[in-house]
């Protein structure tokens, strides 16, 4: 054997989504001899407007991530909020390198570009060597997906999911080349579109399990109060899971208990229920407290069963293999610019009303009432709701994805940024008039279909149906405004065809009414 080199020693950075207690920067070190540091930053709970809830979520699962570091005889040094008196990330880490002689700083691929590029300025100001490794909670690699992407001509998720369908096996028959997807299709979204009589969802969805705040989360809960006041939203509600114990427990209540609806009504709405039959899993799974095999096959084996339809796994099992990772791939493979685009260039103000949810449109006030008081909104609310108004009135994306970002409690970059930009607000094109990356043509909708997908509209002052007059409906005259602005910018687009066909059957008169009175409502809302 060779002599033994002396040891080096490594600061070992674990971010506030990276809480796997078996991640590879854990594996890769030495213990004693390195060092885990974990931070509280005031900046980073505040570079855009973080609700509370979110802002609890994710110090409270660090600290008792620290604290199960401890049992296992992890040296962990860790910085509180008040430790760390405002001071940014990057000057604590400075710190704590110094202060253990570290010469290594060790870390998994953080999900943010922003991260990244301090990591790698502050190693080099400190002459440290900087150890990224790969984030393997991800099915995918960054490669993989530089790999699909460069064999295709447009990058439609549909064909990336089923790349890794076939790279898993998971709901597949047979092996190799000749696997088959089980049930003979790939997705059944056709049979996951289902709303709801006028009597509501029946039956009554059962609510996730709560996780009552232990000694930690209340200490956590009341620094945030002390130290980061007027914070949005509210904080009195939170119950969600902040250990791995928590999120299996949550796992576990979603496989049993609302899985088996969830892909008939995964695209509906309904004011008294915010979470339906949705899994509210997407907050431990980005803190790394789940991996998302763990789900799939949880889903996978309630199938196997007899305890869930095919269509609800498969739906399932699409959001977490399929959209999840391949927002995840647009992410790394597009890079820190991808941040910077405006494809429909629209540079609206987020109104007012996202943050304090004042507003006379039902849907709107249900929706952003629900993320104010549990930082929670499932994908439809949030793509066809909040996401869809935000398009339709012109809003710049960058808002529209910041908001996503802080108000949310499974907020982080990798994930909103792609989403945003992306999937909501279709602005993603490579270069300007070019054709949007993740979508083949934009999320729109009027009012007619929130009021099919929902009881929204049967308590709101406006009629979905109307285009024009006191009562129109405001998505409906935006989505008529959206279609006329842009009528030029899609007209080669064979997905919009029929859509702008309607637009050109319209009476000049009507169009030009549309016009003014988009223009006076986006006035009115404060977007312009
Ligand atoms: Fe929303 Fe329009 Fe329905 Fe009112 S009528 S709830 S604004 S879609």
Redesign the pocket.
């Known amino acids: 054997m060779p002599p033994s080199t002396p040891h080096r020693p490594a600061l070992v950075v674990v971010f506030g989504d990276q809480l796997d207690p078996d991640f590879p920067a854990l594996r890769a070190s030495r213990f004693p001899g390195d060092t885990v540091f974990m931070a509280e930053s005031v900046h980073e709970s505040r570079h855009v407007p973080s609700h509370i809830q979110r802002t609890v979520l994710f110090l409270a699962a660090m600290r008792h991530f620290a604290h199960d570091l401890h049992a296992r005889a992890i040296p962990c040094d860790y910085t509180t909020l008040d430790q760390a008196q405002g001071r940014p990330l990057d000057e604590l880490i400075a710190d704590a390198a110094t202060r253990h002689h570290a010469s290594i700083i060790r870390c998994v691929e953080p999900g943010e570009w922003r991260i990244r590029r301090m990591l790698e300025a502050l190693a080099a100001r400190l002459s440290l060597k900087l150890e990224i490794l790969p984030d393997t909670h991800f099915i995918a690699t960054p490669d993989d997906f530089r790999a699909w992407a460069s064999t295709r001509s447009s990058l439609t998720m549909e064909y990336f999911y089923r790349e890794q369908r076939r790279r898993t096996g998971y709901l597949m028959e047979g092996s190799g080349p000749r696997a088959k997807p089980r049930g003979g299709q790939w997705n059944l979204d056709h049979d996951n579109r289902e709303s709801f009589g006028k009597h509501g969802p029946s039956p009554r969805p059962r609510p996730p399990l709560r996780f009552e705040p232990d000694a930690i989360t209340r200490a956590t809960i009341a620094d945030v109060r002390r130290l980061l006041p007027n914070l949005p939203g509210s904080i009195d509600s939170f119950a969600w899971p902040v250990t791995r114990a928590d999120a299996l427990a949550a796992l576990r209540d979603f496989i049993d208990h609302r899985l088996p609806l969830f892909g008939p009504f995964e695209d509906a709405m309904w004011s008294t229920e915010p979470i339906l039959y949705h899994s509210t899993l997407s907050a431990p799974l980005n803190l790394k407290l789940l991996n998302p095999r763990e789900c799939c096959e949880a889903a996978i084996d309630a199938l196997s069963a007899g305890r869930a339809p095919l269509a609800s796994v498969e739906g399932f099992v699409r959001q977490i293999i399929g959209w999840r990772e391949y927002i995840r791939g647009i992410y790394t493979l597009e890079g820190p610019a991808y941040a910077e685009r405006n494809g429909l260039e629209q540079h609206g103000k987020l109104p007012w009303f996202y943050w304090n949810a004042d507003t006379?449109?039902?849907?709107?006030r249900?929706c952003i009432s629900q993320v104010l008081s549990t930082g929670f909104g499932h994908h439809i609310q949030r793509l066809m709701?909040t996401g869809n108004f935000a398009l339709l009135a012109g809003v710049h994306p960058r808002a529209v994805s910041d908001w996503y970002l802080g108000m949310f409690i499974d907020g982080v970059d990798w994930v909103t940024l792609p989403n945003a930009l992306g999937m909501v607000m279709h602005a993603d094109a490579r270069v300007p008039g070019g054709p949007a990356l993740v979508g083949t043509k934009p999320y729109v909708a009027?009012?007619?279909?929130?009021?099919r997908m929902?009881n929204?509209?049967q308590?709101?002052?406006?009629?979905?149906a109307a285009k024009t007059g006191d009562e129109a409906?405001?998505?409906?005259v935006f989505y008529w405004d959206f279609l006329i602005r842009n009528r030029e910018r899609f007209a080669s687009n064979q997905r919009m065809t029929m859509i702008l066909k309607n637009v050109d059957r319209m009476p000049e008169s009507t169009r030009t009414q549309i016009t003014i009175s988009a223009t006076t409502l986006r006035r009115t809302l404060g977007v312009t």
């Not at 009027?446 to 009021?451: L, N, Q, R, T």
């Not at 308590?459 to 979905?464: E, M, Q």
């Not at 409906?473 to 409906?476: E, I, L």
Request: proline share 8%.
């Open positions: 006379d449109m039902n849907c709107l249900t709701v009027s009012g007619a279909y929130i009021d929902s929204y509209c308590d709101c002052r406006y009629n979905p409906c405001p998505f409906t």
